[in-house]
């Protein structure tokens, strides 16, 4: 019921824009989040959004360079990552919740939906 997209293979400082559709899901009245998984590493969260946007959070390590937002239009959240980095090297996945309250919006355990996710290879 959602798909990510948009990854690839780019260099350091290059940008990259993930986008997350879904079928059979209205997604502006889910909680949304981005979390990305590096070869011999546990799922970490990237970004995440409420349904209303009334709240958003960033990883630490992406806050300044990575951007979550909304096209209720097409039904999408993308994930703007700009200034990429190496280690920034990950399989992206986007995930939808019902009712994620700000405290859960970190924790990949909040989130009912699941993408299959992206490759993003950063190079140096």
């Known amino acids: 019921q959602l798909q990510a997209s948009g990854g690839g293979l780019v260099q350091a400082g290059d940008s990259l824009t993930l986008s997350c559709a879904a079928s059979?899901?209205?997604?502006?009245?889910?909680?949304m989040a981005w979390f990305r998984q590096a070869p011999g590493k546990e799922r970490e969260f990237v970004a995440a959004?409420?349904?209303?946007?009334?709240?958003?959070a960033y990883a630490e390590s992406v806050k300044g360079r990575f951007a979550i937002s909304r096209d209720n239009a097409k039904n999408t959240v993308n994930l703007q990552m700009n200034s990429l980095k190496p280690e920034d090297t990950a399989v992206y996945y986007c995930?939808?919740?019902?009712?994620?309250?700000?405290?859960?919006?970190?924790?990949?355990?909040?989130?009912?939906?699941w993408g299959q996710g992206t490759l993003v290879t950063v190079s140096s």
């Open positions: 995930a939808a919740g019902r009712s994620v309250i700000v405290s859960s919006m970190r924790r990949d355990q909040a989130y009912n939906y």
């Open positions: 059979g899901l209205t997604l502006r009245s889910y909680s």
């Open positions: 959004t409420k349904a209303s946007s009334s709240s958003i």
